[in-house]
């Protein structure tokens, strides 16, 4: 079983549509939770944290579910350029942190 | 946001010699740089951590002795692919992390390496 398992996508949404990513992780140790935004060819980008009281920043909403072992990305609105790679990234500390990738969840928004 | 570069972007490289890359971290001190590879369409996979003047903890899977990592400083940490070899082609990405944010990592624009 992967570490950090999310869907494969692709998701093809029209403009305006509001779209849900999830994500669940192997390891119940894990301490930090991130969404990650990869555009074609380029490095990842931090999208935002995700805490266990669910945090939202504008059109994007994450969600922790800890006992579940479950994330979750939430897009409202989606624009033209919400187009990319979402990464669930996992943080634990295993004689010094660091991070597990998912494979990651290709979104395509069209006009 | 802090920034980190890489150096070079784009390598094309033979079979057989050894491609240098580097990670710098402009306008903060990293304790701790990670290095990934990235094949197409594919995670990023994380090949090794570096914490500054110390050897560096290599993922399974992973040979030491093929990817040479040094971290000499606290803003410079270098990844050497020896004896590269068409297998190895694939995008590599160093990011960084500074001792006051714990948590955040600072990716470098990532390197192409082809060896022909």
């Known amino acids: 079983r992967k570490e950090v398992e999310q869907d494969p996508g692709p998701f093809n949404v029209p403009e305006g549509a509001t779209v849900a990513f999830n994500c669940t992780y192997s390891n119940s140790a894990s301490q930090s939770f991130f969404w990650y935004r990869q555009d074609c060819r380029k490095e990842p980008k931090l999208l935002m944290s995700?805490?266990?009281s669910g945090n939202e920043d504008g059109r994007f909403t994450a969600q922790l579910n800890r006992a579940s072992q479950y994330i979750s990305l939430l897009i409202r609105d989606s624009k033209l350029s919400d187009s990319a790679t979402y990464l669930c990234v996992v943080g634990l500390l295993t004689g010094g942190f660091k991070t597990i990738f998912g494979a990651g969840t290709r979104l395509f928004v069209k006009a | 946001g802090a920034v980190v570069s890489q150096h070079p972007s784009r390598v094309i490289c033979k079979s057989g010699t050894s491609v240098k890359i580097e990670c710098r971290s402009l306008?903060?001190?990293?304790?701790?740089m990670f290095w990934y590879r990235q094949f197409p369409k594919q995670s990023l996979m994380l090949m090794a951590t570096s914490n500054e003047g110390s050897k560096a903890t290599y993922e399974q899977g992973v040979e030491k002795d093929k990817f040479l990592i040094n971290h000499a400083s606290l803003t410079l940490s270098t990844l050497t692919v020896t004896s590269a070899h068409p297998e190895d082609s694939s995008f590599y990405i160093c990011?960084?992390?500074?001792?006051?944010?714990?948590?955040?990592?600072?990716f470098g624009p990532g390197t192409r390496l082809l060896v022909l």
């Open positions: 995700v805490y266990s």
């Open positions: 990011s960084a992390r500074s001792g006051l944010a714990q948590e955040t990592q600072y």
């Open positions: 306008d903060f001190q990293a304790t701790t």
